[in-house]
């Protein structure tokens, strides 16, 4: 199965900055997809980024202000967000997608982690 930690969120100013990070216990797959996606009240999920192969790709909401990233060494994604505004206010939600093994093409989603932009 897979486990997935989230943590990172919290309360921030408008423009200010938070970092969220997901960690993945999984054990014989190492070909994945991992990323992020929100959902804000009221509002369906919606896909923030995701990285595959060292490629990252983001929506266009955020693009720019937004930095997905993997831990070479883990099976770890961070997600980097400057310039925070009032609408990135959200649950964020980690996503795992396996690519192999006997897990694959299945989704796995973390707890969620809320983040609060305050005007």
């Known amino acids: 199965q897979v486990q997935l930690e989230e943590s990172g969120g919290g309360l921030v100013q408008v423009g200010g900055s938070l970092r969220l990070s997901c960690v993945a216990s999984?054990?014989?797959?190492?070909?994945?997809?991992m990323g992020w996606h929100r959902q804000a009240p009221g509002k369906q999920r919606e896909w923030v980024a995701d990285?595959?192969?060292?490629?990252?790709s983001y929506s266009d909401s955020v693009k720019g202000r937004f930095t997905i990233s993997k831990d070479s060494a883990a099976d770890a994604v961070y997600l980097q967000m400057n310039n925070l505004q009032p609408e990135d206010t959200a649950v964020y939600y980690c996503?795992?997608?396996?690519?192999?093994?006997?897990?694959?093409?299945?989704?796995?989603w973390g707890q969620g982690t809320q983040v609060t932009v305050s005007s």
């Open positions: 996503l795992f997608h396996p690519h192999n093994g006997r897990l694959r093409g299945r989704d796995y």
């Open positions: 999984v054990s014989r797959v190492n070909i994945y997809t």
């Open positions: 990285i595959y192969n060292g490629r990252p």
